[in-house]
């Protein structure tokens, strides 16, 4: 069995984390569509950039509470 460090749980925490987020950002932009000259999301009128902005966000308040947590 291995064992890592606080240090290395973190980093392997915040790895995934990024790579989650990147994953959910390049599903995105390849499923997107466009329609008069903006690419779109779904089938509620949402744009690619409004999608990856509020992804964006998600993974920053994700990665704060990493860091939240190694303070404690």
């Known amino acids: ?3 890592f460090s606080p240090e290395q ?3 392997l925490q915040r790895s995934q984390a990024r790579a ?3 994953g959910k950002r390049d599903g995105l932009e390849l499923y997107a569509h466009w329609k ?3 690419q779109y999301v ?3 009128g949402r744009t690619l950039q409004a999608a990856i902005e ?3 966000q998600a993974e ?3 990665l704060r509470r990493y860091t ?3 303070q404690i």
Request: net charge negative; charged share 15%; no cysteine.
């Open 1 to 3: 069995m291995i064992v």
């Open 9 to 11: 749980e973190q980093f």
């Open 20 to 22: 989650y987020f990147q």
């Open 36 to 38: 008069d000259g903006v």
């Open 42 to 44: 779904g089938t509620i």
């Open 54 to 56: 509020e992804i964006n």
């Open 60 to 62: 920053a308040d994700t």
């Open 68 to 70: 939240v947590l190694t």
